[in-house]
């Protein structure tokens, strides 16, 4: 069964720095998803990607997928305070039509 | 205006008890879904709805019963509940498992805490 895996786990970093998240998944999905959660909120959507090599950016953030290395990264350019949330990756499995999150990845932008 | 409400938000409750979570969508989409988040925040799918058809059930003991009466509506009743259902609870709903990008659309959640 797919699964979906992130890293880091946690981020600290500084406001105005940049950093990727990784997110490898172990089967074919046939899309990649992030969502972001603030702390005790719902998960919003930010991205979907589709096909191998799509890239979507939103303001800071900008997401891409690779889907022979089964790779999605999430870069964060010039962090701000505000981004601070968790975020998942999660991947729609083909087989069995479950979107499988991965474990989340916690950022923390200090000022 | 609320794409995907839940209710409660908050629920507190012995050991033993049985509750329900009720979830209602006013997006026309046709595929629901129940997701429970553990105190790590990982996030797990328990059940998923189709045109009220059930297509996703995942191992969770059988405590555990989801029932659509339409497709706006997929409610969550549990029985006996045990200290380790103590989680939050996500209702989401698509447009479809497999209609375009399929973007499941997040209720608040409903924190439920066994004592």
């Known amino acids: 069964e797919l699964k979906v895996e992130q890293n880091p786990l946690f981020l600290s970093m500084q406001e105005g720095k940049n950093y990727t998240i990784y997110c490898n998944y172990s089967t074919t999905s046939d899309r990649l998803y992030w969502y972001r959660q603030d702390p005790g909120k719902s998960l919003e959507s930010l991205f979907v990607?589709?096909?191998?090599?799509a890239v979507k950016q939103e303001g800071r953030l900008m997401a891409s997928l690779d889907t022979k290395a089964r790779l999605s990264t999430l870069h964060i350019t010039a962090a701000v305070h505000d981004l601070s949330a968790t975020y998942f990756c999660a991947g729609l499995s083909s087989n069995t039509g479950k979107l499988i999150f991965g474990q989340g990845t916690t950022l923390q932008v200090k000022p | 205006d609320t794409a995907v409400s839940q209710t409660p938000k908050y629920l507190v409750t012995q050991m033993g008890n049985d509750k329900s979570i009720k979830c209602e969508q006013n997006l026309g989409h046709d595929t629901m879904y129940w997701y429970k988040q553990d105190s790590k925040k990982f996030l797990k799918i328990m059940f998923s709805y189709n045109n009220k058809e059930l297509i996703i059930n995942e191992t969770v003991p059988n405590r555990f019963s989801p029932k659509s009466p339409d497709k706006a509506h997929l409610n969550l009743h549990i029985n006996s509940l045990e200290l380790g259902d103590s989680a939050v609870y996500f209702c989401?709903?698509?447009?479809?498992?497999?209609?375009?990008?399929?973007?499941?659309?997040f209720g608040a959640g409903s924190r439920l805490t066994v004592l």
């Open positions: 989401a709903s698509s447009q479809g498992q497999y209609s375009g990008a399929n973007v499941l659309t």
């Open positions: 990607l589709l096909s191998n090599g």
